[in-house]
T-cell receptor, first 114, second 115 residues
Framework: EADIYQTPRYLVIGTGKKITLECSQT?????MYWYQQDPGMELHLIHY???????EKGDLSSESTVSRIRTEHFPLTLESARPSHTSQYLC?????????????FGPGTRLTVL | AQTVTQSQPEMSVQEAETVTLSCTYD???????LFWYKQPPSRQMILVIR??????QNATENRFSVNFQKAAKSFSLKISDSQLGDAAMYFC????????????FGKGTKLTVNP
């Protein structure tokens, strides 16, 4: 399996709490991505980064924010969690080559907001 | 906007048999790439196979092969000699050359392998 890690794997939290989902990779990949996936549904891109200090919003609007201070680290933050944020969040990375390059996915964080 | 359609929410196959998962896509681009990703229950999503649109030859990876019909915008996945470990959600995905190079995923097909 790929060297991309996400913590926590599962998180149950109350409404209004601030949370940070961690994602790190040891492959030296420049490009990193966050996807949101509801159960049994497709993945939707919510954030991506082409390298340090680069972040962009994806196709699906999200109230979360991201940062990319180090190549290997791409955390996602929700300032005030709501039940509508309940979902699975997948982090991915790939080399900064062409789009044919494989995206490697982390194991995901399953978030439940009560 | 590009879209990817997987018309089979669920499929099942007997162990050792062959199954084909369907995928169609909509694009006006001529240069793009197609992928099949596998997501086993509670495990990481992994790449199964990929295809460059400019290549007419269908990609193969061991028991996995694709039937790429560019004119029909169709990209089906064939799994031969199905194994219990093939049980998973399978996602078809598309990305264009240039631009933001973002993957667009279909809704997935849940494959069950019966012993």
């Amino acid at each position: 399996e790929a060297d991309i890690y996400q913590t926590p794997r599962y998180l149950v939290i109350g409404t209004g709490k601030k949370i940070t989902l961690e994602c790190s990779q040891t492959m030296g990949h420049d490009k990193m991505y966050w996807y949101q996936q509801d159960p049994g549904m497709e993945l939707h891109l919510i954030h991506y980064s082409y390298g340090v200090n680069s972040t962009e919003k994806g196709d699906l609007s999200s109230e979360s924010t991201v940062s990319r201070i180090r190549t290997e680290h791409f955390p996602l933050t929700l300032e005030s969690a709501r039940p509508s944020h309940t979902s699975q969040y997948l982090c991915a990375s790939r080399l900064a080559g062409g789009p044919i390059d494989t995206q490697y996915f982390g194991p995901g964080t399953r978030l439940t907001v009560l | 906007a590009q879209t990817v359609t997987q018309s089979q929410p669920e499929m099942s196959v007997q162990e050792a048999e062959t199954v084909t998962l369907s995928c169609t896509y909509d694009t006006s681009e001529s240069d793009y790439y197609l992928f099949w990703y596998k997501q086993p229950p509670s495990r990481q999503m992994i790449l199964v196979i990929r295809q460059e649109a400019y290549k007419q030859q269908n990609a193969t990876e061991n028991r996995f092969s694709v039937n790429f019909q560019k004119a029909a915008k169709s990209f089906s996945l064939k799994i031969s000699d199905s194994q219990l470990g093939d049980a998973a959600m399978y996602f078809c995905a598309y990305v264009t050359q240039g631009g933001s190079e973002k993957l667009v995923f279909g809704k997935g097909t849940k494959l069950t392998v019966n012993p």
